[in-house]
């Protein structure tokens, strides 16, 4: 008879274990139609940083968060396509993600559900300003939503490229803590900075994988922009997954004169060197073994890695981050954009 209490006692006692475990936990399913094998996730803000991968199998998908509060993150299609989904605690959500120009469908969760919405009734827009009377509904009917600060994002920066006279009004009209959003703050803070315009790196050499020094004038074509992955293989996973991003700029923005590049800085050449043995990436690898005290790192004042750089032709240092969705606005802000054939 103990024997039979204990086991029954331990059988309860696993399965709380097994209850616990799942509380708090965000679960997405989803449905592909166009044969994506891969989807990267980021996030939009620091709720939520680095890089993940999913992995779609026949179609379907299915991935876990454990987020500490809604955090908003941003599936990045291979073709260049990005859709949102909001990660609530205890809440599970389903995406279809279509082929081609099809429309996304989301929902599962307060934040999901309310973002659809409008998402659909947004289609037919025409211009920038139909679109914030819409954000301004939006804040009106609900001004605490942690879906705003992706609108502003996605429809007033990137879509638009609205100004600050455009997108303060907004803002103002949010919640005191919705206004301090980490998002929120990060664009606003940009509002007051002047981005450097006199810093070159046309001097400085690097070199490749296979020893050989480069000049950096030289490194990704004379006439394209460079991107510039700076990592280094001490990172462990947060440093190759954000090398492998590279693979989602050079396909989506291959037609507007850019190229792109990685530059470790390991101090332990062959430490670098076994990181990235049997590598089958399109672009050239490049490492700085003299770590942050290298040159090329202290002018460009980074102060932390995995980050970005972006470069113009002539090697002008145009724009540093460590954000994903914030370097994929500001590429397609910058680079070159080919006129349509008439």
Not at 16 to 26: E, F, M, P, Q
Request: net charge neutral; aromatic share 12%; proline share 4%.
């Amino acid at each position: 008879m103990k024997t039979r209490f204990s086991a029954l006692f331990a059988l309860i006692v696993l399965l709380l274990s097994a209850s616990c475990g799942k509380k708090g936990i965000y679960v997405m399913q989803g449905t592909v139609q166009d044969g994506t094998d891969s989807i990267l996730v980021v996030g939009i803000d620091s709720r939520f940083e680095g890089v993940d991968t999913i992995f779609c199998s026949n179609g379907q998908f299915t991935w876990q968060f454990r987020p500490d509060t809604v955090t908003t993150l941003i599936l990045l299609l291979p073709d260049g396509r990005m859709h949102p989904v909001f990660a609530e605690k205890d809440v599970e959500s389903f995406i279809t993600i279509p082929a081609d120009t099809g429309l996304f469908s989301v929902s599962g969760g307060y934040c999901n559900d309310s973002y659809q919405s409008f998402y659909l009734a947004s289609q037919r827009d025409t211009s920038m300003e139909q679109t914030a009377a819409r954000i301004d509904s939006f804040i009106t009917r609900d001004p605490f939503s942690e879906v705003t600060p992706f609108l502003i994002y996605d429809q007033m920066v990137r879509k638009y490229h609205a100004s600050e006279k455009v997108i303060e009004p907004l803002i103002r009209r949010m919640s005191g803590n919705m206004q301090d959003a980490p998002y929120l703050v990060s664009l606003k803070n940009d509002f007051d900075k002047e981005a450097s315009t006199n810093l070159y790196f046309d001097s400085y050499s690097i070199k490749d994988s296979s020893g050989i020094k480069r000049q950096f004038i030289d490194v990704g074509g004379s006439s394209n922009n460079v991107l510039v992955c700076v990592w280094a293989s001490w990172m462990g996973q947060a440093g190759l997954d954000a090398r492998d991003t590279l693979r989602y700029f050079l396909d989506k923005y291959q037609s507007r004169n850019f190229n792109v590049i990685d530059l470790s800085i390991d101090v332990n050449t062959d430490r670098w060197k076994k990181s990235i043995i049997g590598d089958t990436v399109r672009w050239v690898s490049y490492n700085d073994p003299a770590g942050w005290e290298s040159r090329f790192i202290k002018t460009a004042n980074l102060q932390t890695a995995p980050a970005f750089i972006l470069f113009s032709t002539g090697k002008r240092l145009v724009y540093k981050t460590t954000s994903i969705p914030d370097l994929d606005l500001e590429l397609d802000r910058t680079l070159y954009k080919p006129q349509p054939k008439k």
